[in-house]
């Protein structure tokens, strides 16, 4: 079977070839199947395209409304604020790699691009407190 890892080149096989020890792999070209059909990935673009809407305009909301009304200007509510800063990095660019990927039926971003979705995520998720509010460490 092909395992889809490029390091050893476009004509390995799992298990199979010299390098593998085993039996050498199927004769033919090999094919990368999606993942998923066509209509997965349009319900999981619509789905993604949903999240990062309503992340962004309920995160916008809350920045709005905490620089407009002078009372909600409480450690608290600065905390609040922390978590939908961080929050609305993550709707905005978290979410931006993995809807274009879905719209186009895969994965299109080279290493680098892959890499800075992880990277991305994992910062702005870290840089948020709500994990400590809630207990979920």
């Given at each position: 079977?092909w395992?889809?890892n490029?390091?050893?080149?476009?004509?390995s096989w799992?298990?199979?070839?010299a390098?593998g020890?085993?039996?050498p792999?199927?004769a033919?070209?090999?094919?990368?199947?999606?993942?998923?059909?066509?209509?997965?990935?349009?319900?999981?673009?619509?789905?993604?395209?949903?999240?990062?809407?309503l992340?962004?305009?309920?995160?916008?909301?809350?920045?709005?409304?905490?620089?407009?009304?002078?009372?909600l200007?409480?450690?608290?509510?600065?905390?609040?604020?922390?978590?939908?800063?961080?929050?609305l990095?993550?709707?905005?660019?978290?979410?931006?790699?993995?809807?274009?990927?879905?719209?186009?039926?895969?994965?299109?971003?080279?290493?680098a691009g892959?890499?800075?979705?992880?990277?991305?995520?994992?910062?702005?998720?870290?840089?948020?407190?709500?994990?400590?509010i809630y207990?979920?460490f």
């Amino acid at each position: 079977m092909w395992s889809g890892n490029r390091s050893g080149g476009a004509s390995s096989w799992e298990g199979g070839g010299a390098a593998g020890g085993g039996s050498p792999g199927p004769a033919g070209p090999l094919s990368r199947a999606p993942p998923f059909s066509p209509g997965t990935y349009e319900r999981l673009a619509l789905l993604l395209g949903g999240v990062g809407l309503l992340g962004a305009g309920g995160n916008l909301l809350v920045l709005i409304l905490y620089s407009k009304a002078r009372r909600l200007r409480t450690p608290t509510h600065l905390l609040l604020v922390n978590i939908s800063l961080s929050d609305l990095l993550v709707s905005l660019l978290g979410v931006t790699f993995a809807f274009v990927s879905c719209l186009r039926n895969g994965w299109v971003w080279d290493s680098a691009g892959c890499a800075w979705d992880g990277f991305s995520r994992n910062l702005f998720e870290k840089s948020s407190s709500h994990k400590y509010i809630y207990g979920a460490f």
